[in-house]
């Protein structure tokens, strides 16, 4: 019965990685096209994600904010501050220079992130493979951005230096992302997985530092009101109602994926998540991509899937997902 059990269980979270691969891919799609169409779409897309993960739980659960919570409103305060700026900063990096080939092959490094984090604040022990690896994804990362460097050296004297914040901005998601998923290891070790409660009051809690991004909000409202229109609705109206369905549906799967496996195992279907994106970047958008990207990007993710070992046979690993 145990075994039906956790069969059961394996089954449903692969289901719900599926489900969060496809919407979080198709996000990051969405957020492209907002970012060639739009001068600074962050704040706006931003706020309407964390609106919706707002609202939606109230409608669906009236008692969510009259209830006793079971994870104490001191653990919120340093999630609630990484995850807005996290996710502002995620999408303004795009805003700067930074193509959506070169801003997924950087945020790839997040299992390096995740280990330096373990290592400098909770002093994990690591096999030195895992170290060989993260040598080799640091690699990509610093030969996909000095590409990008190359390239943009050619342009404007004013360009380097919005890259040069760009990539700034990326190193601050990537660490900050990582020292979050930690945090939320321990929460779930120490208080249990209530990930709705977690989901809901990061994104409630955060909501009021909107209020000093409202003038970026309203701007960008202007300009999606001005794009062209299908059957009377602007276009990028019908993307933004597209993009709020999946973004719900990528954030609450990432969430449920935390629950259940390690930080570690969800980093690995993220890092997956990336390189599919990066795939889709490069076809849809026709983004130039040249050997040294490809090399890049052939580094980071054999050297994620070697930090991983999924490629080892180990009856024992499924134990830590």
Not at 172 to 190: K, S
Not at 224 to 240: C, E, Q, R, T
């Amino acid at each position: 019965e145990y075994k039906s059990y956790l069969r059961l269980t394996m089954d449903r979270n692969v289901l719900v990685m599926c489900g969060t691969l496809l919407s979080c891919c198709c996000t990051g799609v969405i957020v492209e096209e907002y970012s060639r169409e739009l001068s600074n779409p962050a704040a706006f897309l931003s706020f309407f994600s964390y609106l919706t993960a707002v609202t939606l739980p109230i409608l669906t659960d009236t008692t969510i904010l009259t209830r006793e919570r079971k994870i104490p409103m001191r653990c919120y305060l340093t999630l609630v501050v990484l995850e807005y700026s996290v996710s502002l900063l995620n999408n303004m990096a795009l805003s700067f220079n930074i193509d959506m080939p070169t801003h997924l092959i950087f945020k790839s490094g997040n299992l390096f992130a995740s280990m330096v984090v373990s290592k400098i604040c909770f002093h994990r022990e690591y096999p030195y493979s895992k170290y060989f690896s993260v040598v080799i994804v640091t690699l990509g990362i610093i030969i996909a951005t000095r590409a990008s460097a190359d390239k943009v050296k050619s342009m404007d004297s004013q360009v380097p230096f919005e890259w040069g914040c760009g990539v700034a901005m990326m190193t601050y998601c990537l660490f900050g992302g990582a020292i979050m998923g930690v945090i939320q290891e321990q929460i779930y070790n120490q208080f249990g997985k209530h990930k709705d409660e977690l989901l809901f009051y990061i994104h409630l809690l955060g909501l009021p530092g909107f209020f000093l991004l409202k003038d970026s909000i309203s701007k960008t409202v202007l300009e999606v009101n001005d794009s062209k229109a299908y059957l009377g609705i602007p276009y990028l109206w019908i993307l933004f109602g597209v993009f709020l369905v999946l973004n719900i549906g990528c954030i609450r799967g990432i969430y449920h994926l935390l629950s259940e496996w390690s930080s570690l195992s969800v980093t690995m279907v993220t890092t997956l998540r990336k390189f599919i994106s990066l795939l889709l970047s490069i076809y849809i958008f026709e983004n130039p991509f040249t050997y040294a990207h490809w090399f890049a990007t052939i580094l980071v993710f054999t050297g994620s899937v070697l930090f991983s070992e999924v490629l080892t046979p180990n009856e024992g690993r499924n134990k830590n997902l």
